[in-house]
């Protein structure tokens, strides 16, 4: 019920192509879906984030689809750079209680020049 | 310029050795998160807080302590270190209000000989 499961574990793209990663969450009590971003090195940084009430969110050239009926949610990178090579998580939760993430295992994206 | 700063950033201690890894915040948030993450990536939520005096476990078992007598200073303790506990902690916290993301440090990556 608590789980978050991500895939692709990796992704290699040419620059320019869209990489998408996918999330699928259990637990249809969740109302915060955020992808977070970590270059090594480094701690996650928040990237983007949607709530269930709407479908898609965009911020520059990185989209969140959302599928509240099958529970999934998935980032797309358009125009992807060199630059966006990081390993990228999503995470629930739920925003009342006791708020806490349920991150998933993970996407390391490699993007080739 | 991050505002939650992890000391420190390395660590290379011998076994049986007492730990603390600080994590301090400029923020004035609440809620305050101890995340272990393994080569592999995943992370593992080991500790959290959501405010002065308030301290419990998360999901992932711990042999490490927490203490929270400030709200901006949440430090994390190993009594005694085991190679077991080799790995990267990152510190995180979360502001009220509508702001949902977390903010994450820069990490302390630990190595127990």
């Known amino acids: 019920q608590q789980q978050v499961k991500q895939s692709p574990q990796s992704l290699i793209v040419q620059k320019g192509g869209i990489p998408i990663i996918n999330c699928a969450y259990e637990?249809?009590?969740?109302?915060?879906f955020p992808w977070y971003q970590q270059f090594p090195g480094k701690g996650p940084a928040l990237l983007i984030a949607?709530?269930?009430?709407?479908s898609e969110k965009k911020e520059g050239r990185f989209t969140i689809s959302f599928n509240k009926s099958a529970k999934q949610f998935s980032l797309h990178i358009m125009d992807s750079q060199p630059g966006d090579s990081a390993t990228y998580f999503c995470?629930?939760?739920?925003?009342?209680?006791?708020?806490?993430?349920?991150f998933g295992t993970g996407t390391r994206l490699k993007v080739l020049a | 310029e991050a505002d939650i700063y992890q000391t420190p950033r390395y660590l290379v201690i011998g076994t049986g050795k007492k730990i603390t890894l600080e994590c301090s915040q400029t923020?004035?948030?609440?809620?305050m998160y101890w995340y272990q993450q393994d080569p592999g990536m995943e992370l593992h939520l080991i500790h959290y807080s959501y405010g002065v005096n308030s301290t419990e476990k998360g999901d992932l078992s711990s042999e490490s302590t927490v203490s929270r007598i400030r709200t901006e200073h949440f430090p994390l303790t190993l009594e005694s270190a085991r190679p077991s506990h080799t790995s990267q902690y990152l510190c995180a916290s979360r502001g009220t209000g509508l702001n949902y993301g977390y903010t994450f440090g820069s990490g302390t990556r630990l190595t127990v000989v």
């Open positions: 949607i709530r269930p009430d709407v």
């Open positions: 637990n249809t009590a969740f109302d915060y």
């Open positions: 995470a629930a939760a739920l925003t009342s209680g006791t708020y806490k993430y349920i």
């Open positions: 923020m004035g948030h609440d809620k």
